[in-house]
């Protein structure tokens, strides 16, 4: 069985790419707009890198969502 870490991890980051491709903007333009390096973006989506809180509030802000709806499992 698969690390839960990882499952959340991965969890996320497709929900983080899933709501970036609904506004139609590129990894490039959301890390502009999350005030974040296109790179994490990409490794965030990918679930390769544990995101902190604060920067998860920034994607949730970027992305006009409550982080509630970004993290429920």
Do not use: C
């Amino acid at each position: 069985m698969a690390n839960p870490q990882k499952q959340f991890l991965i969890f996320l980051g497709k929900k983080i790419r899933q709501e970036r491709e609904k506004m139609g903007v590129s990894q490039e333009q959301f890390g502009k707009l999350a005030k974040v390096h296109r790179t994490y973006v990409g490794m965030i989506e990918r679930g390769e890198k544990n995101i902190t809180l604060y920067n998860l509030k920034r994607f949730a802000d970027a992305l006009g969502l409550p982080v509630r709806d970004l993290i429920d499992f």
